[in-house]
């Protein structure tokens, strides 16, 4: 599998801002003692640390005893002041005093008005920003790497009033690197697959900088990792996002790209860049047409439902890019993208949805198209078109299908019509028949449908329609969203 879930970001707030002066003393023990540091420099450190983080050796009788006292001393106080500094400046908050946090430390902090804490997060304080590509990645032509850059800063120069300048030679506020493994920053890179990059939080320095793995296989297509999605997400973060709960968001930890979905900032990725930036000036105009994509709220009252299928012993919903499972050992209904499980195959926005379990197989239907999955895996020669289900060319999609297990048959629905497949035989039982006949009480069009738990529901806008199987009589109608367990502890407040 190519995604991979990370826990998220935490940024730390700094304890206190850096200032210039630097008052210097005698320490009377060596810090950690840390390779390639020289005395001066761990006492330099020792100092600042005291100075702005208001660290405080313990008793100063112990720490001249035995090393491992000052290795007690260290972790207990001044690695969490180390944590706390590179937090704020947006080093990898190893805790430890690698050359890179003392390069930083002696950085000249006067150009400070470029950046600003904003609430509980950093931001850029000048809205022109520089950037500069340090390394270029050997196997990739660097006019494609420019061009994918630039298409990335768009998306968020599109929204909010920030620019973004390239730079050849001069230094730039962020600056890019393709990078393998160790590249002395206290993160190395993993090689193939893992970590695909990473960037630094506005700052000085190393502060907004942008790594990529070098060893990925990186694409502009659609096979390996697309460049462009990765430099959208760390881009965010070189402007000061954290990552994102929501999988919709370009901000979530986890690489999602579909080559079939076009990427756009979700509405989640502008209200969070739009909140340490502003609004750009043609925001109205260049959205009012297409506005960002919403994540779907599963305790939204108006939520209705594209396709829900039954898969083993799960129930999932489908909406858009997204779907919930409904596990019966899990309280929870989760949101993930269809992607997620089914990378680059399953189509978003789908019409109808169910799983054979006798031949193992899941039909999703798209417009006149359908696909056919064993597992995680397309199967050859898909997608295919519906007509090999016997429909007539009138019709030219279907709202929802209703599979049998015992039966080993399928109802299709198309507008007002319901058609019986006979999964055996492969073909149609006879012609089709009106919706209100077979179901009474039932409107047409409808949305989706499944047996499960021994019912049929179906779902039309924001209502499901729950029928007894046998006596074809509806038992009752509840909010589409009842099976989710909207609780308003577990609702998407966040989105
Ligand atoms: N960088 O921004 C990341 O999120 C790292 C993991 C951090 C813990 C360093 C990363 O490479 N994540 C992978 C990724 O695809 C899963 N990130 C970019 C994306 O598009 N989500
Ligand atoms: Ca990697
Ligand atoms: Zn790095
Ligand atoms: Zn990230």
């Not at 919403?294 to 919903?317: G, I, Y």
């Not at 055996?424 to 409107?443: A, R």
Request: proline share 7%; with cysteine.
């Amino acid at each position: 599998m190519r995604m991979l879930w990370l826990s998220l970001l935490t940024l730390m707030v700094p304890v206190k801002t850096p200032v210039t002066a630097l008052p210097l003393r005698t320490p009377d023990l060596p810090i950690r003692p840390h390779a390639g540091l020289s005395e001066a420099d761990q006492e330099f450190a020792e100092a600042y640390l005291r100075h702005f983080y208001g660290y405080k050796p313990k008793s100063e009788r112990r720490r001249r005893n035995a090393d491992t006292d000052v290795d007690a001393e260290w972790r207990t106080g001044l690695c969490d002041k180390v944590q706390k500094m590179q937090r704020f400046f947006g080093l990898p908050p190893s805790g430890e005093l690698t050359k890179e946090t003392l390069a930083v430390m002696k950085r000249p902090r006067c150009g400070l008005s470029d950046v600003e804490r904003f609430g509980k997060t950093i931001r850029w304080k000048k809205s022109t920003l520089s950037y500069r590509i340090a390394r270029d990645n050997p196997s990739i032509p660097a006019s494609k790497v420019h061009k994918v850059f630039r298409a990335a800063w768009k998306l968020w120069s599109n929204v909010t009033p920030m620019k973004f300048r390239k730079r050849s030679r001069k230094e730039a506020d962020i600056v890019i690197s393709f990078y393998n493994s160790d590249h002395k920053d206290g993160s190395p890179f993993d090689g193939k697959g893992g970590i695909l990059a990473h960037a630094f939080l506005p700052g000085y320095g190393i502060g907004g900088d942008v790594h990529f793995d070098a060893d990925e296989d990186w694409s502009f297509n659609s096979t390996g990792f697309s460049l462009f999605a990765v430099t959208v997400h760390e881009f965010g973060h070189a402007l000061g996002l954290p990552h994102s709960r929501d999988p919709g968001a370009v901000m979530y930890p986890a690489y999602n790209f579909a080559p079939s979905y076009e990427l756009q900032l979700s509405f989640r990725d502008v209200k969070d860049i739009q909140h340490l930036y502003g609004v750009s000036p043609n925001f109205a105009s260049l959205f009012s047409k297409k506005p960002p994509p919403r994540t779907p709220d599963k305790c939204d009252p108006h939520l209705s439902f594209d396709a829900v299928t039954e898969l083993q012993q799960e129930v999932l919903f489908f909406k858009d890019r997204f779907m919930w499972r409904k596990h019966p050992q899990f309280d929870e209904t989760a949101i993930t993208l269809i992607s997620s499980l089914w990378p680059d195959t399953v189509p978003p926005y789908l019409d109808a949805v169910y799983e054979n379990v006798e031949k193992n197989v899941i039909m999703f239907f798209k417009g006149h198209q359908y696909w056919m999955l064993r597992q995680l895996s397309l199967e050859e020669g898909f997608p295919r078109n519906i007509s090999d289900f016997g429909f007539p060319s009138r019709i030219k999609s279907v709202d929802a299908a209703l599979h049998f297990r015992n039966e080993h048959c399928t109802v299709f629905f198309t507008g007002h019509e319901c058609w019986r497949y006979n999964e055996q035989q492969k073909m149609m039982e006879g012609s089709p028949t009106l919706i209100e006949q077979e179901w009474p009480g039932l409107p047409s069009p409808i949305d989706a449908a499944v047996f499960y738990d021994g019912f049929v529901h179906f779902f039309r806008g924001n209502i499901h329609y729950k029928f007894d199987s046998n006596s074809k009589h509806m038992v009752s109608t509840s909010p589409a969203n009842d099976l989710l367990e909207c609780t308003e502890m577990n609702g998407n407040e966040i989105l």
